[in-house]
């Protein structure tokens, strides 16, 4: 499975600004510097061994190739992102900070100078005036200047990064394994034996890179796909438990109500409303949330930073 933005939108090569409101995005990783600000609502983040909630006003720093996921709290939460790729600023691919929540190192009028940046950048990224992408360059790299100067921070050696090179293309193959074969009885041994490892060491590799088991993540991606089918509506809700690889209804009605706090049959009545907005919420495997044009995200900017 690659990283990829699920709506193509303009951007400047090598750095990203955009608005995103998610539900849920399972476990990823992507190559560049990712820096989001809360706005509305909490999010649950998984990082590594790291679960925290983030509450509207935070900013997390997540450093290039560390696998992070994403789900709402309670509602679906808004958030700005800033992606910025290690290949346009000098050694900043080698560089891995240890510390995700700024405003534990930062005060707060060096937060609120850094949004202030975070949002002249966005305006600029917005608004494709004459010399942007210049502007936006310069005002990422003081973001990522005072971040860096102010959070732990420590330079990865050549061997480091082969390993975490090593670490994210087995993980992108055990997605990629698991989205082939979620809909079927699904067994890690299999996944051992097509990479040559034994099962105890997949089994915690699998735990300390997106800090769930083997088995909670396969669920996690049939739920996923429960809920897509469900949300595109026409199908019994027994099929639903079929196609997306429960074998047992029972079992599954059950664990759908664990998970998501209703049936699956409340779950349609909530869905359909949900998935039937104006600019539709894109839903996948991997995740439920929306982009937005450009008109759009300029009235969101107005409406969180102003």
């Not at 193509?8 to 750095?15: K, N």
């Not at 560049?32 to 509450?55: D, S």
């Not at 409340?266 to 839903?283: M, W």
Request: aromatic content about 10%; proline content about 3%; some cysteine.
């Amino acid at each position: 499975m690659n990283e990829f933005e699920i709506i193509s939108h303009r951007q400047m090569d090598g750095i990203s600004i955009f608005f995103d409101t998610v539900d849920y995005r399972t476990a990823h990783v992507h190559p560049e510097w990712e820096l989001i600000w809360i706005l509305e609502e909490c999010l649950i983040i998984t990082c590594g061994q790291k679960r925290f909630a983030a509450q509207p006003g935070d900013l997390v720093l997540f450093s290039p190739n560390e696998p992070h996921e994403f789900h709402r709290m309670q509602k679906s939460c808004t958030f700005l992102c800033l992606q910025i790729s290690p290949r346009i600023l000098p050694d900043m691919g080698q560089l891995s900070v240890d510390g995700l929540h700024p405003h534990e190192y930062l005060t707060n009028e060096e937060l609120q100078e850094l949004k202030a940046a975070i949002s002249s950048a966005a305006a600029a990224y917005l608004s494709q005036e004459n010399n942007y992408a210049l502007y936006c360059l310069g005002q990422c790299s003081l973001v990522l200047h005072k971040l860096l100067s102010g959070l732990p921070c420590r330079m990865l050696s050549q061997e480091e990064m082969v390993s975490i090179d090593r670490r994210n293309a087995r993980l992108m193959r055990l997605f990629q394994f698991v989205d082939d074969n979620y809909m079927h009885k699904i067994r890690l041994q299999d996944f051992a034996a097509q990479e040559g490892c034994s099962v105890s060491y997949l089994s915690h590799f699998v735990k300390d890179s997106i800090n769930q088991t083997f088995q909670d993540y396969v669920n996690s991606v049939r739920f996923n796909c429960a809920c897509k089918l469900i949300a595109a509506g026409g199908m019994r809700m027994l099929d639903v438990c079929l196609e997306s690889g429960f074998s047992d209804y029972r079992y599954f009605s059950k664990s759908f109500r664990q998970q998501f706090g209703m049936t699956p049959e409340e779950y349609s009545k909530h869905a359909a409303a949900h998935i039937s907005q104006k600019n539709a919420v894109r839903s996948s495997l991997h995740s439920i949330e929306r982009f937005y044009s450009r008109d759009e995200s300029v009235a969101l900017l107005n409406k969180f930073t102003k």
